[in-house]
């Protein structure tokens, strides 16, 4: 019981990251991969946060009648990857969009690679 | 949505409370948590409420797309101008002490400007980001109403 | 002004050259200032590389000493690397204007604007000494190739772009993973701080997990065989210029990181005895050699073929890293720079082929020897250069990577070298062939050759090739200096 409960944030990041990265791999449908992507990111934000949890220390801003405080540097680490992984969602989304109307779906599976170079150069030049 | 009589109310209500907090966040980053980015998506998201509720045109004609991406770029060159401007007074990239003579003015002068150029930059893309999705889709539909009746 | 303090601006000149490319109108302005800002870089770099080799140079931002803040650490391994990354993006540039032309409609100022945020990305993980800023960087690159590959002309790249960008973000955060262990162990993201502090802690679970994740993470960017599957499809419907640019570069990079993290980070008796290490990625790297190859005798697509063959050619670098040797690095590094060279030269001649043709399949190839004979005669030179023929580029890192296996003994890698070098003959004859030994079809029309903007920096690749496989001194001076810092002083091979 112990264990479970000392190591708890360790626990959900497992759980986090496994549960993520059988998104990402399992789902064809391309919006619950990128899901999945965050939920992976976000548990190693958590593992990050918690790494600079100190015991008994307030939160790190400078006042009166603070002397032991939480390490700021894995939250600052955090609020970039957190920003990386804003980035990615949107990159991820924007695809995802012009996927749909490339090809009426966005569903992994049902996408193949046996397009025609002649054929799509000529809608190509066609749409110009 | 635009029809619903509480939410427009609420909306009116909240929206300039959401910037000003955001403003605030924005100004108070060096002291206490905040900063640029937070302070960024608290505005932007003050006015993609705006835009949910009283629709997008209104809401460009607020700040128009290219208005959003010129402001994106211009947070960008402010950031990296005032890291120059370190290394012009003789200093190495981003470094604030030699802009004043005070160390703590200094520093407090480059971190407000450095973080000013980080909250114009996300509050306009994530405005963008908001605008071409949105956009994408009411184009999408024309496409499609365009298809289903020639 | 000295050069450490002109150093890192080969990251910034692009970085900051990006916000204003990006709000530039129409098509010249914005190549323009794009170019001058690769160049720029590119001759920072140059000058860098010098002083680095005499001396590690340490730039820290914002005047915060290195383990609080952040620093840039260049010696000669990374000053090489950091070169090579921007004088390709320039010479890439210059056969791109006239391929960007034909493949981007409309304003290219953004286009360029991701192009120099991925440039300077990928120079940024090359300068850096600070493991986040590694991964900060590495999704910066990711994220604009990204987008530069989702530009591509049909809509096959939208399906590439997105597989890539599972696969790559997947990548970035296993590294974060093995850097937020690393963190927790030491207490530090600074590379050599972090060198200083491992040895104390180096029998943990968690150092050894944060090892692992690193290089399975680094090893998705750096295409190693089981994990390359987002490459062929990424290179093969990018823009054209897009893919002369990322074959140059991208694997490049992240080879040299995980370099960096194998032997600087965790020196090298640790990785390579806590982990069996030289076996796996000898496994691998041979297995790369031969099923890239394989793979890439097969295929229509030109493009396609060649990523494969990117592939193949990864295997031979990581296998000059799997020996573990002073010879078997230097041949890594020099292959490193060897490959950007040949692969860049046969994009581009592919390129410039498709910019006439419009297809890259290999029945159209047939009988265009004749009609675009100055672009098929550098690819066919090119090809001599990457099947390893002497007096090529190709052939000196074959050679170094040959005798470096024997100097460990292992003759019969000497044998596998050979063998995939005979399959790299076929897939580049399989062209010639089609190219020179058959008729044009009558109904396939008539092509002229390809513009001078195409041709002219294709031939100075070409040239290159030849330049450097005649004479080695820069290259293999740079590259046995590189792995010579990489293994540290006093390296005197690991015993497991």
Not at chain 3, 85 to 103: C, P, R
Not at chain 3, 294 to 321: D, N, T
Request: net charge neutral; charged share 10%; with cysteine.
């Amino acid at each position: 019981m112990s264990t479970i409960l000392s190591f708890f944030n360790y626990w959900v990041v497992v759980a986090l990251m496994m549960i993520g990265f059988y998104c990402v791999i399992a789902r064809g449908n391309m919006v619950k991969k990128i899901m999945g992507l965050n939920l992976f990111q976000t548990s190693v934000f958590i593992l990050f946060v918690t790494s600079g949890k100190v015991s008994g220390g307030s939160t790190p801003i400078l006042r009166e009648g603070v002397e032991i405080y939480s390490n700021p540097l894995p939250h600052v680490i955090v609020l970039t990857a957190i920003v990386v992984g804003v980035a990615i969602t949107s990159v991820g989304l924007a695809l995802a969009v012009r996927i749909q109307e490339a090809y009426g779906t966005i569903e992994d599976d049902h996408l193949g690679d046996d397009d025609d170079d002649e054929r799509l150069a000529l809608e190509d030049r066609q749409r110009r | 949505m635009s029809d619903n009589g509480i939410l427009r109310v609420v909306a009116r209500f909240l929206i300039p409370l959401i910037m000003l907090f955001g403003l605030y966040i924005q100004f108070h980053g060096e002291y206490s948590p905040g900063g640029g980015f937070q302070a960024g998506v608290v505005f932007a998201a003050g006015w993609i409420l705006f835009a949910l509720i009283y629709g997008l045109d209104n809401a460009l004609k607020v700040i128009s797309q290219r208005a959003m991406y010129i402001l994106a770029a211009a947070g960008v060159l402010l950031y990296a101008f005032v890291g120059l401007l370190g290394v012009a007074m003789g200093g190495r990239f981003l470094d604030f002490y030699p802009l004043l003579p005070s160390p703590h003015a200094a520093q407090q002068l480059g971190i407000i400007t450095v973080e000013f150029g980080v909250g114009v930059t996300v509050a306009t893309v994530v405005m963008l980001i908001y605008t071409m999705f949105a956009r994408r889709k009411s184009e999408w539909e024309a496409v499609l109403r365009e298809d289903s009746d020639p | 002004m000295n050069i450490i303090d002109l150093m890192p601006f080969s990251v910034l000149l692009p970085l900051i050259a990006a916000g204003v490319v990006a709000i530039l109108p129409g098509r010249t302005l914005p190549w323009t200032v794009t170019f001058l800002a690769a160049l720029g870089s590119a001759v920072i770099a140059a000058f860098t590389l010098p002083a680095a080799t005499e001396v590690t140079l340490s730039y820290p931002f914002g005047n915060w000493p290195p383990p609080i803040g952040i620093e840039y650490r260049v010696d000669a391994a990374n000053a090489f690397v950091a070169l090579l990354i921007a004088s390709m993006a320039s010479l890439s540039l210059l056969w791109g204007k006239t391929s960007v032309n034909q493949e981007v409609l409309g304003r290219q100022g953004p286009f360029y604007a991701l192009f120099l945020l991925a440039l300077s990305g990928l120079l940024g993980i090359t300068l850096t000494g600070d493991t986040f800023n590694v991964f900060v960087f590495l999704e910066i690159s990711s994220l604009a190739t990204y987008a530069l590959v989702a530009y591509g002309r049909d809509r096959r790249a939208l399906l590439a772009a997105f597989r890539y960008l599972i696969m790559g973000t997947v990548g970035a955060t296993f590294l974060l993973i093995g850097i937020a262990f690393l963190y927790t162990m030491t207490g530090t993201l600074n590379m050599a701080d972090l060198a200083e502090r491992l040895p104390e802690v180096r029998d943990t679970r968690a150092v050894r997990a944060a090892l692992a994740f690193i290089i399975v993470g680094l090893g998705l960017k750096l295409a190693m065989l089981p994990l390359h599957l987002w490459l062929p499809n990424a290179y093969a419907y990018a823009p054209n210029f897009i893919t002369v640019f990322l074959a140059g570069t991208a694997t490049k990079v992240a080879l040299y990181v995980m370099l960096r993290f194998i032997f600087t980070v965790f020196a090298p008796d640790y990785s390579f005895v806590v982990l069996p290490l030289a076996t796996v990625l000898m496994v691998l790297a041979v297995a790369g050699m031969f099923a890239g190859s394989w793979v890439a005798m097969f295929q229509v697509h030109i493009k396609r073929m060649l990523a494969y063959s990117s592939v193949a050619q990864v295997g031979y670098m990581v296998l000059g890293v799997s020996l573990v040797s002073l010879s078997g690095l230097t041949a890594a590094f020099l292959h490193l720079f060897n490959h950007a060279l040949i692969k860049t030269a046969l994009f581009m001649a592919i390129g410039s082929v498709i910019y006439r043709i419009g297809s890259a399949k290999i029945d159209n190839f047939r009988g265009l020897g004749r009609q675009m004979p100055w672009t098929m005669t550098a690819f066919a030179l090119a090809g001599l250069s990457i099947i390893g023929v002497p007096t090529t580029a190709g052939f000196i890192s074959k050679w170094y990577l040959i005798l470096a296996a024997l100097e460990s003994g292992a003759w019969w890698l000497v044998a596998l070298i050979v063998m995939t070098s005979m399959m790299a003959v076929v897939y580049i004859w399989r062209i010639v062939e089609a190219a020179w030994m058959t008729e044009r079809p009558a109904d396939l029309p008539a092509v002229k050759e390809a513009p001078l903007g195409l041709l002219i920096p294709t031939w100075i690749m070409v040239a290159l090739n030849f330049y450097f496989g005649l004479d080695t001194r820069l290259t293999v001076g740079a590259a046995s200096a590189a792995a010579e810092v990489m293994l540290g002083p006093g390296f005197s091979g690991v015993s497991p």
